[in-house]
Nanobody
Framework: QVQLVESGGGSVQAGGSLRLSCGAS????????MAWFRQAPGKEREGVAD???????SYVDSVKGRFTISQDNAKKTIYLEMNSLKPEDAGMYFC????????????????WGQGTQVTVSS
């Protein structure tokens, strides 16, 4: 059973930056794909970025050029570097793991973290 623990959320002004981290444990075989999702109040949870075990990444259009997902396999940790933050980026950010490729869709997710809050003020 994969356990995921996020950290790094906080409050920033628009234009600012944050770096989220997600530590993974409890598995013998690394997840094939890991992702960051976010959910704002009253909105659907959306896949923001994912990264496969081979390093291939994908992003939702709204964050391309501003967010970067990366992984440190030795530390079993993934990161989400968020720059030029906008108020619409605010929400609860969740780390997720999947045995499938292209894991920015909830139906492919096998494990979730508890979430970390990101607040962006204008």
């Amino acid at each position: 059973q994969v356990q995921l623990v996020e950290s790094g959320g906080g409050s920033v002004q628009a234009g600012g930056s944050l770096r989220l981290s997600c530590g993974a444990s409890g598995y013998t075989r690394s997840p094939y794909c890991m992702a960051w999702f976010r959910q704002a109040p009253g909105k659907e949870r959306e896949g923001v970025a994912d990264i496969r075990s081979d390093g291939l990444t994908s992003y939702v259009d709204s964050v391309k050029g501003r967010f970067t997902i990366s992984q440190d396999n030795a530390k079993k940790t993934i990161y989400l570097e968020m720059n030029s933050l906008k108020p619409e980026d605010a929400g609860m950010y969740f780390c997720a793991a999947s045995p499938f490729s292209g894991c920015r869709q909830q139906q492919y997710i096998a494990a979730w973290g508890q979430g970390t809050q990101v607040t962006v003020s204008s």
